[in-house]
């Protein structure tokens, strides 16, 4: 499976992005597709994930109530929408698919996640 990720780029404090990532095929394999990302000199962190079934979705406390992720099942995409985006979340966001749980991915920072796309860089200035 080839995920590959697009929408980030420059915006001010306060602003919006939208990053999608579009999986090259189905796998049955997968339990969830979320994003990580990692901010220059900084481990990679967890943002959010969403299951296949759409019924769980996980995100990073720094992120909730700002991001919103989500699936279109038909076109085997998912998007993260980030509202009201502050300079500490610059960074670059990578796309990830995995058989695990996303219930555990914050745990395990994307280590074993048999997915990955490139990354995308966000930039937001203050």
């Known amino acids: 499976v080839q995920l590959q990720a697009s929408g980030g780029g420059l915006v001010q404090a306060g602003g919006s992005l939208t990053l999608s990532c579009a999986a090259s095929?189905?796998?049955?394999?997968?339990?969830?597709m979320g994003w990580f990302r990692q901010a220059p000199g900084k481990e990679r962190e967890f943002v959010a994930a969403?299951?296949?079934?759409?019924?769980?979705?996980p995100y990073a406390d720094s992120v909730k109530g700002r991001f919103t992720v989500s699936r279109d099942h038909a076109k085997n995409t998912v998007s993260l929408q980030m509202n009201n985006l502050k300079p500490e979340d610059t960074a670059v966001y990578y796309c990830?698919?995995?058989?695990?749980?996303?219930?555990?991915?914050?745990?395990?920072?994307?280590?074993?996640?048999?997915?990955w796309g490139k990354g995308t860089l966000v930039t937001v200035s203050s």
């Open positions: 969403i299951s296949v079934n759409g019924g769980s979705t």
């Open positions: 095929r189905r796998t049955f394999s997968i339990s969830g």
């Open positions: 990830a698919a995995g058989s695990a749980p996303v219930g555990v991915w914050a745990k395990t920072r994307g280590w074993g996640m048999e997915y």
